[in-house]
């Protein structure tokens, strides 16, 4: 069977968005370009203009995206955690693993700052961010609520962020036992903290 | 009196800085020109050349020079707080005043962003973010050591601007309860958690 019409779109409408999201990654928001993506993606500059009404929102469409993605395999890791202390010990892997040298960290970067310019792109972010919120939250609920779980949410999400930046300026960060705070920001006890034991 | 021509060098030279910092907060760290910055300190476009190397180099003094200024202030301000309590709401205070209108909230993140690219921008910022965070893990521990008050300290940093960034994207972050994590990272009682009352 040969594609349809329809197929082939979102195809090159797919991969338009994988070509324009590594460009940001490499080459910054600002540096992009219809015709780099185009090359990069293997089709007609045309296309791009097809598919997109400018760059700005070829952009914000190839951030969003590869930001469903990472969030979908955050929510996964999560479900799969069977307590709050694993899943703090996988949360601070995936943190570990946005290096400089990982495209995801300069492709956040870039989006965070790109969103104090594009309502769309802003907008967008806030109900992802909201919704993984929620699903952070629930998690921590369901596994023995701390006390105030969406805030406590809110502050591990800004954790990771955080420390992604951070490591990004000093990358020895991983050295200290960051694990500790965590535990005791998500109402786990810790050998040296002052939580009771037994949780 | 009338000032010598290293007094009147060292005040261009600050001119120059201010309106620097200024301009990467209106329009980012490509944005800004030789003659953008002569222009908004009031002086010929050669004296930013005699001054220094490159813009990218005016820039990174520019950012280092604002973040000193910061720093020096959070400085203050812990050494005024009288309990870790006092600290974190004041830290709060500090987060919530980095809104989206704030011109130091994209200096700073433009400078995140250009560390990636600038050996000398990263070191000095990670000479900056130790030094802070030893300064941080010291009140800590002078006030009632949590436990691991150094990995503590580089957590609650990285809160910090975590927070910084998410309520760019999510203007209502404020409205939850965040002292209450955040007092249960620093092992202090609250309310709603599980640490034991008195401290």
Same mark, same amino acid.
């Given at each position: 069977m040969t594609p349809t019409? !329809?197929?082939r779109?979102?195809?090159? *409408?797919?991969?338009?968005?994988?070509? !324009?999201?590594? +460009?940001?990654?490499?080459?910054?928001?600002?540096?992009?370009?219809?015709?780099?993506?185009?090359? *990069?993606?293997?089709?007609?500059?045309?296309?791009?203009?097809?598919?997109?009404?400018?760059?700005?929102? %070829?952009?914000?469409?190839?951030? +969003? !995206?590869?930001?469903? *993605?990472?969030?979908?395999?955050?929510?996964?890791? %999560?479900?799969?955690?069977?307590?709050?202390?694993?899943?703090?010990?996988?949360?601070?892997?995936?943190?570990?693993?946005?290096?400089?040298?990982?495209?995801?960290?300069?492709?956040?970067?870039?989006?965070?700052?790109?969103?104090?310019?594009?309502?769309? %792109?802003?907008?967008?972010?806030?109900?992802? +961010? *909201?919704?993984?919120?929620?699903?952070?939250?629930?998690?921590?609920?369901?596994?023995?609520?701390?006390?105030?779980?969406?805030?406590?949410?809110?502050?591990?999400?800004?954790?990771?962020?955080?420390?992604?930046?951070?490591?990004?300026?000093?990358?020895?960060?991983?050295?200290?036992?960051?694990?500790?705070? +965590?535990?005791? %920001?998500?109402?786990?006890?810790?050998?040296?903290?002052?939580?009771?034991?037994?949780?």
């Amino acid at each position: 069977m040969t594609p349809t019409a !329809a197929e082939r779109g979102r195809e090159t *409408r797919g991969q338009l968005l994988d070509a !324009a999201a590594q +460009l940001v990654g490499e080459e910054g928001w600002g540096g992009v370009t219809t015709r780099k993506v185009a090359e *990069r993606a293997g089709v007609r500059p045309g296309l791009v203009h097809y598919h997109f009404a400018s760059v700005d929102n %070829l952009l914000i469409d190839a951030c +969003l !995206a590869y930001v469903e *993605r990472e969030l979908s395999g955050m929510n996964q890791l %999560l479900a799969n955690t069977p307590d709050r202390g694993t899943g703090l010990a996988a949360l601070l892997e995936v943190m570990a693993s946005y290096s400089s040298d990982n495209p995801g960290t300069t492709i956040f970067s870039e989006m965070l700052l790109a969103a104090t310019r594009h309502q769309r %792109l802003r907008d967008e972010l806030a109900r992802m +961010l *909201r919704e993984l919120r929620h699903t952070v939250a629930d998690w921590l609920a369901r596994h023995g609520d701390p006390g105030e779980a969406e805030a406590t949410s809110a502050v591990l999400l800004a954790v990771i962020d955080g420390l992604i930046l951070h490591q990004l300026i000093d990358p020895n960060l991983h050295s200290l036992p960051l694990v500790v705070p +965590l535990r005791r %920001l998500a109402g786990l006890p810790t050998e040296t903290g002052t939580e009771p034991p037994g949780q």
